[in-house]
């Protein structure tokens, strides 16, 4: 079995947690409240921010302690059992998007915060959005998959 261990599942899941309730108040903020080209921003923005991106950080920290050993960990175990378990094969596919998924998702957020050309910002701001989704929505999934005891 390769689970984790209980303080990485918590700190797992609130830094994924402060990470999508930080981002998705800031679009609904940014987007939603006083929406309009000429409407200045909300005073929530800087501080929803400023949390996204220190929840980030924390989220690089867990990408780490999950990198040392949870991810070549189940990499080994799926390769050994891959014929004798098919759902070991879902979990390795969903263990890959996720850690595509993060490093996308860090890559976007480097990208926001210190490159970002005007031209570019929406688009990459989007795609960093769409990327993050898709990580709270298959991390779960994920979760999931582990295998039942005695597998």
Request: no cysteine.
């Given at each position: 079995m390769n689970h984790l261990r209980g303080w990485q599942y918590r700190a797992?899941?609130?830094t994924v947690g402060a990470l999508a309730c930080s981002g998705v108040l800031w679009l609904a903020m940014h987007y939603l409240a006083g929406a309009g080209a000429d409407s200045l921003p909300h005073p929530l923005e800087p501080w929803l921010m400023r949390l996204h991106g220190a929840a980030g950080f924390a989220g690089l920290f867990m990408a780490g302690v999950l990198a040392a050993a949870h991810v070549p960990q189940?990499?080994?175990m799926t390769t050994r059992?891959?014929?004798l378990c098919q759902h070991k094969a879902g979990q390795r596919r969903t263990g890959l998007a996720l850690c595509v998924l993060g490093g996308l998702a860090a890559l976007?957020?480097?990208l926001l915060y210190y490159f970002a050309p005007e031209d570019?910002?929406?688009?990459?701001?989007?795609s960093h959005a769409v990327l993050g989704l898709a990580?709270?929505?298959l991390l779960p999934l994920h979760g999931a998959r582990r295998g039942r005891p005695g597998e």
């Open positions: 797992l899941y609130a189940g990499w080994r059992n891959l014929r976007s957020g480097y570019l910002r929406a688009l990459i701001g989007w990580l709270v929505a």
